[in-house]
Nanobody
Framework: VQLQASGGGLVQAGGSLRLSCRGS????????MGWFRQAPGKERELVAA????????YYADSVKGRFSISRDNAKNTVYLQMNSLKPEDTGVYYC????????????????WGQGTLVTVSS
């Protein structure tokens, strides 16, 4: 499985970005998907996750009410809509796939994309 993340960039605080992650293969619709981020000097953390069908989601407390994860299995794509961005949201964002269908811990994820950089200026 190959995952290609895109949509990162430079945005001012309070702005919005939408990240996309397109996956290869016909099994994409059975995978749980997650978005992780790694800020400079910090460990990678799970930001949001969605189950294979899109009916179950998870958000880190730091992004609840501001970020929204969704997926379009017909397009093999998962999205992360990020609103009301803050400087502390800066980091490299990675998408990942879990063959088990849904996961909220990093060790459960099996495939990783290359990352896309999000920079939020104050």
């Amino acid at each position: 499985v190959q995952l290609q993340a895109s949509g990162g960039g430079l945005v001012q605080a309070g702005g919005s970005l939408r990240l996309s992650c397109r996956g290869s293969g016909r099994m994409f619709s059975s995978y749980g998907m997650g978005w992780f981020r790694q800020a400079p000097g910090k460990e990678r953390e799970l930001v949001a996750a969605i189950n294979w069908g899109g009916g179950t989601t998870y958000y880190a407390d730091s992004v609840k009410g501001r970020f929204s994860i969704s997926r379009d299995n017909a397009k093999n794509t998962v999205y992360l809509q990020m609103n009301s961005l803050k400087p502390e949201d800066t980091g490299v964002y990675y998408c990942a796939a879990d063959i088990g269908g849904y996961a909220t811990t990093e060790m459960r994820y099996d495939y990783w994309g290359q990352g896309t950089l999000v920079t939020v200026s104050s």
